[in-house]
């Protein structure tokens, strides 16, 4: 837990469900204050950031950084959750780092934005640079589970020849965007094409393998990532979606990444209505062996929230640029 | 792996089973030049390291790092593997420091030194920002499964109202001088005196609390250690000891932590000859929840060895002073 002499200025980007319970979390910690959100939305524009949020946070809702700061207010941190693309966000990222404000974002791409965005990459790191500003891409998954406390596990690693990482997830319990995502009621064949086109499935998978990949030292020949639809055995009903038997009821992908011919790297998601037993498995094979088990999984959502907000105080520290996860100090509870 | 334009050159301070170890491990890397080895014991200096540690590494064995400097080697790292006590380590590390050179070590009060000796600490601080120098204490435990994994796992926590750890290490798999730590073949009575008199039981296990404490924001009313022998209900034979049934086999030390007179931190550590069910685990009360299995254990010697060539890099990345662990960037295989 940070100590400062005068509270960090935080303000979101991003008003969905995930933002919102973002700045709720912000708004606890009594070393932050919040003064303000952005949203795209012309609705929620000119309103105070309390209704929205339905707590007691302080600030408005301004449509864009220019607005925010033409009213007076200037952040030092900004919680960035909107897209999860590199290029989409890029335009909303630009002006605050040129306005020196430091980003966490959960946008997927940037967990390592050097894989699908390397011109895109080098421009954020010199504008952080040049403006004093920090960025880093973090959450729960991308972020921390399937990437993250991998590479912590191999820090008492003599060798390592291999890294299983499973993540099953009971997506029943996953807010409606969620179960959206992994095809809940699709016609299996139209997931497979949705996904083909970028348009579905878990994004920031191979973000997570790429950034094992070098922390680790491992140049792969490839990353090879699968998606399959998970097809309902009998209807299920949840708390948003009807899915009869037969339909799409979750999502199984797959990634294998090699170097030399080899696999070094397997990821197993599946993100499954009414799945069974779930949980993280992270399995390093080398000297010492350790198998890592997680019961029960990490709640995605809680656990993105937080990821967030308890990189604020790490990523401050570690100075200007654009960051990995694996830049920054340790996770902890800030 | 870190990249670097030249080789880094580490020397040895400490030639005993872990040290030879620490070195040999060093020397398989692509970036480092081992450049020596130091120890108190005139029987070994002089020799060539190779002799010593029984593997092709360059480099002589020196009585102290003067004879080290007087000889023309100068280290950029010295990793440490001499001493539990940070008042034992200092004369050691004093003239590293003032040489500039960064130091690694497994003592374990230098976990966390301003626990017990904050005014050494202080100085340790001075010496490393005049000098230029970094200096971190790490190992398996302490430095990773009872302290520093519990703190990565908050990292994605809304709220943490409690952490439990436990670990139960199979002594019979360890080496000669932790059985001998653990009491084994003692007279539980002898073994609690001694307990009391500092000279038996796991080291650095007030250290693991205060770093806890440290990153989570929770000043401690009071950490409170207890060590029980661990009486053998068999004859147990291992490789270095006969332990006849009634005897000491093993130890049992707990650690609880309060915060307003409420238990937040819990710690049980088991290293038992014959140990059933070896394994570590985390749980960290709070929101998501996070329950956290390691099976088997992580092995003790290889991660301790792995624990500190491992931090090399991610020690000089974090600039000169007197660090944690949980200052620098996440662990990692290097």
Redesign the interface.
């Known amino acids: 837990?940070p100590q400062h002499g005068s509270k960090l200025r935080v303000a979101q980007v991003g008003l969905g469900l995930i933002g919102i319970e973002t700045i709720k979390?912000a708004a606890s910690k009594p070393w932050i204050e919040v003064v303000g959100g952005i949203d795209v939305d012309p609705a929620k524009a000119g309103r105070p950031l309390a209704d929205i949020v339905g707590a007691a946070v302080g600030g408005a809702v301004y449509e864009s950084f220019d607005d925010m700061v033409a009213a007076g207010v200037k952040p030092d941190v900004v919680l960035h959750t909107a897209g999860s693309k590199v290029d989409e966000a890029f335009d909303q990222i630009e002006p605050l780092l040129e306005a020196g404000v430091h980003v966490i974002s959960s946008c997927e791409e940037l967990l390592f934005p050097k894989l699908r965005s390397p011109v895109r990459s080098g421009e954020i790191d010199r504008l952080c640079r040049k403006h004093n500003a920090a960025l880093v891409g973090t959450g729960?998954n991308p972020g921390?589970?399937m990437d993250?406390?991998p590479?912590?596990?191999?820090?008492?690693?003599?060798s390592?020849t291999r890294i299983d990482v499973t993540r099953i997830v009971n997506a029943s319990t996953r807010r409606m965007a969620l179960q959206k995502k992994i095809g809940s009621g699709m016609d299996p064949d139209d997931f497979r094409a949705l996904f083909k086109a970028g348009k579905a499935g878990h994004a920031g998978f191979q973000e997570s393998a790429a950034l094992i990949g070098h922390?680790?030292?491992w140049a792969f020949d490839s990353i090879v990532e699968t998606c399959e639809p998970v097809v309902a055995k009998k209807n299920i009903q949840t708390q948003f979606f009807s899915v009869d038997r037969g339909l799409c009821c979750g999502l199984h992908q797959v990634i294998n990444a090699k170097v030399g011919g080899e696999v070094r790297l397997h990821m197993d998601l599946q993100m499954v209505l009414d799945a069974h037993d779930p949980h993280d498995r992270v399995v390093v094979h080398g000297?010492?062996?350790?198998?890592?088990?997680?019961?029960?999984g990490?709640?995605g959502d809680?656990?993105?929230?937080?990821?967030l907000v308890?990189?604020i105080p790490r990523l401050i520290k570690v100075g200007p640029g654009l960051h990995l996860?694996?830049?920054?100090?340790?996770?902890?509870?800030?």
């Open positions: 837990m979390l729960v921390f589970v993250l406390l590479v912590c596990l191999t820090g008492v690693s003599r390592v922390c680790l030292g000297e010492p062996p350790i198998d890592c088990r997680l019961a029960g990490v709640a809680a656990a993105t929230v937080a990821a308890n990189a996860m694996a830049d920054l100090p340790v996770p902890a509870f800030a």
